[in-house]
């Protein structure tokens, strides 16, 4: 099977306006999409064979990935709060009459 050739990236609404064509190209010469709505990566089109390589092949998944995390924004508004660890060392109350 042949990988990915190339990776392109396209508007949601140039995708939808040619999708018999985007559609071809992913099928027929191995190209992989990624579909942008206003700006930001929303979706990945690949073909079904592409698909099914990069699932069973390792090497091919981390670079999947790759190319999504180079895609996806990072947001870094706020900071990241984590609940406490639940305390498993505390003895169970006792009910009094």
């Known amino acids: 099977m042949d990988k990915c050739t190339v990776t392109r990236s396209v508007g949601s609404t140039e995708a939808q306006n040619n999708f018999g064509q985007v559609l071809d190209d992913a099928t027929r010469n191995h190209a992989c999409?990624?579909?942008e709505?206003?700006?930001a990566p929303q979706a990945i089109l690949i073909s079904c064979q592409d698909f099914?390589?990069?699932l069973q092949n390792a090497e091919e998944r981390r670079a999947m990935l790759r190319i999504i995390r180079q895609m996806m924004?990072?947001?870094s508004i706020g900071r990241v709060i984590q609940a406490p660890a639940p305390n498993t060392n505390r003895r169970p109350s006792r009910e009094r009459p």
């Open 52 to 54: 099914a390589r990069i």
């Open 37 to 39: 709505r206003r700006g």
């Open 73 to 75: 924004p990072e947001h």
């Open 33 to 35: 999409y990624i579909i």
